[in-house]
């Protein structure tokens, strides 16, 4: 299957600072990319979709200001955490789908982000 | 709206013996898609298998295979002969054909027993 790179893994950030994610998908065009949040033991919650070179399509109660989402190029989309706080730490996956119907999603391998 | 169901939170069974992980879907669409994702430990989803909803014939690859049932809008796994490396966590997703959003179930934790 096509390859999604997501950076960091890990990362530990102070309340108040800014933290980018990225995803990258390696060898396939990603027309459209997903940023999902997962809670320990629980199921992947859409936050926002984007498409390349538009504004991002952010689900009910994902506070836009506070989760930039920027997609401009077909294989690079980033996930900012602004002003981050405590309850932002979580664990965040991104996923990448190309063209065309029948489109399957390819993952990227998670960001679990720590806001001390 | 869609939704995807899966009813049992935890799962155990003997390596070599099989095992079916149940979900249950709702859709007014006709045409769409379903797949079943693994998660171990290290938290990087894995496709297992996808069926697609005008296909009659149920998928398989390799140990798994669904029992795909469009009337009942059931959609269960099976895992044979299972192995320790199955153990992790399983989330049924369905996704329309007319758009690209996954909708995932709550997932079940599979316990595999030497």
């Known amino acids: 299957g096509a390859v999604v790179s997501q950076h960091p893994s890990r990362v530990i950030c102070k309340s108040g600072t800014s933290v980018k994610i990225e995803c990258r998908s390696l060898d396939f065009q990603a027309t459209t990319m997903f940023w999902y949040r997962q809670f320990p033991k629980q199921s992947l919650m859409l936050m926002a979709t984007?498409?390349?070179?538009?504004?991002?399509?952010?689900e009910q109660g994902v506070e836009k200001d506070k989760f930039l989402i920027n997609h401009a190029s077909l294989t690079l989309s980033t996930l900012t955490v602004t002003s981050a706080h405590p309850e932002d730490s979580s664990f965040y996956i991104c996923?990448?789908?190309?063209?065309?119907?029948?489109?399957?999603?390819?993952f990227g391998q998670g960001t679990r982000l720590t806001v001390v | 709206a869609q939704t995807v169901t899966q009813s049992q939170p935890e799962m155990s069974v003997q390596e070599a013996e099989t095992v079916t992980l149940s979900c249950t879907y709702d859709?007014?669409?006709?045409?769409?898609?379903l797949f079943w994702y693994k998660q171990p430990p290290s938290r990087q989803m894995i496709l297992v298998i996808r069926?697609?909803?005008?296909?009659?014939q149920n998928a398989t690859e390799n140990r798994f295979s669904v029992n795909f049932q469009k009337a009942a809008k059931s959609f269960s796994l099976k895992i044979s002969d299972s192995q320790l490396g199955d153990a992790a966590m399983y989330f049924c997703a369905y996704l329309g054909a007319g758009t690209y959003k996954y909708i995932f179930g709550t997932g079940t934790r599979l316990k595999v027993l030497a």
């Open positions: 069926q697609e909803a005008y296909k009659q």
């Open positions: 984007s498409n390349e070179g538009s504004k991002a399509t952010y």
């Open positions: 859709t007014s669409e006709s045409d769409y898609y």
């Open positions: 996923s990448a789908s190309g063209t065309g119907r029948n489109t399957e999603a390819f």
